[in-house]
């Protein structure tokens, strides 16, 4: 059962984000402030092996390859739009010994070991993923991710403010009725997903910018 009612399945997300393709860089207005927070907070300086569920245009990505992770440090993204995927490994080129970006259907488990990783980032991705299938994901990151290794998420979530409560009450009800308009994506709370024995949650705010809210979660995987 869908918990929320909405989200995309991994099929529609792709074919959606196939159409979208460089639109979505459009976002980094009301995003940058929550990644900024992300990165503050993911302690990547330390990373030495990457994942990313999502990377989108790879924007993010060659932030952290060029400003924040080690020379040494390996990064794998994996996204179901064959579109992301291919922007994704333009914008990464200049990385390409250490970094990579897979297609992937959306079937799970995800393309990485067991312990293969010491982050787990998903930026903007779990507010456009049904409910289960999302909590199913949560249980991937924890398998991939060394013992104290870090999730690190972002997403839209609901406001707190005025201004930021009407757009996301406005944002949510745009997504029930016509959820390909918003990319699939509505106000979720990352918080739900954790609930688990097997994290600590270390970072839980949110994030305001232009009135849009966005919740920025990092957790820790218990040894």
Request: aromatic share 6%; net charge neutral.
């Amino acid at each position: 059962m869908n918990r929320d009612g909405g989200g995309l399945s991994p099929h529609i997300a792709a074919r959606v984000y196939d159409r979208i393709g460089r639109f979505q860089d459009t976002q980094n207005t009301f995003e940058r402030p929550a990644l900024d927070r992300l990165i503050a907070t993911g302690r990547f300086e330390t990373a030495t092996s990457v994942f990313e569920l999502g990377p989108g245009t790879g924007s993010l990505a060659q932030r952290l390859l060029s400003d924040h992770l080690a020379p040494t440090c390996t990064y794998l993204g994996v996204d179901v739009s064959a579109r992301m995927v291919e922007l994704s490994r333009r914008r990464l080129t200049a990385f390409a010994d250490r970094a990579k970006v897979l297609h992937i259907d959306g079937t799970l488990p995800l393309p990485a070991p067991d312990r293969s990783a010491d982050r787990f980032i998903a930026a903007y991705v779990f507010d456009l993923l049904q409910h289960d299938y999302a909590a199913q994901v949560i249980d991937e990151a924890h398998r991939l991710l060394i013992p104290s290794g870090l999730a690190c998420l972002t997403s839209l979530t609901h406001g707190q403010s005025i201004l930021s409560r009407l757009i996301s009450q406005g944002w949510q009800g745009i997504s029930r009725v016509a959820p390909r308009l918003v990319g699939g994506c509505r106000p979720i709370d990352l918080r739900r997903l954790f609930d688990s024995d097997g994290w600590n949650v270390d970072e839980n705010v949110v994030v305001e910018s232009w009135g849009v809210p966005s919740q920025v979660l990092v957790a820790s995987t218990r040894p």
